[in-house]
Nanobody, 120 residues
Framework: QVQLVESGGGLVQPGGSLRLSCSVSGITFSIYNSGWYRQAPGKQREMVATITSGSSTNYADSVKGRFTISRDNARNTGYLQMNSLKPEDTAVYYC??????????????WGQGTQVTVSS
């Protein structure tokens, strides 16, 4: 079975840093696009950063210049390095993996989420 497990969340002060990890099993992660998403209380889920199987990246404007997404295909692991954290970054962070065999045959998997709290 496919499993994605996030880790690395926690409580950090404004201006601090955290590195989130996403351990993937059950799929050939190297051929999947991947991303990080977050959801704060009372708000919609939003894209934070994505990375394709070819390592092209995209970031939400709110995190550009502060966050870096990466992947280690040999270890089936994705990462999100978060620097200069702000209270507005507080949310549950989810990783995902996505692959489209064809239109209408899309496989997308999600982790359980990890809490990030930025507070003084």
């Amino acid at each position: 079975q496919v499993q994605l497990v996030e880790s690395g969340g926690g409580l950090v002060q404004p201006g601090g840093s955290l590195r989130l990890s996403c351990s993937v099993s059950g799929i050939t992660f190297s051929i999947y696009n991947s991303g990080w998403y977050r959801q704060a209380p009372g708000k919609q889920r939003e894209m934070v950063a994505t990375i394709t199987s070819g390592s092209s990246t995209n970031y939400a404007d709110s995190v550009k210049g502060r966050f870096t997404i990466s992947r280690d295909n040999a270890r089936n692991t994705g990462y999100l390095q978060m620097n200069s954290l702000k209270p507005e970054d507080t949310a549950v962070y989810y990783c995902n993996a996505r692959f489209a065999f064809s239109i209408g045959d899309v496989y997308e998997y999600w982790g359980q989420g990890t809490q990030v709290t930025v507070s003084s």
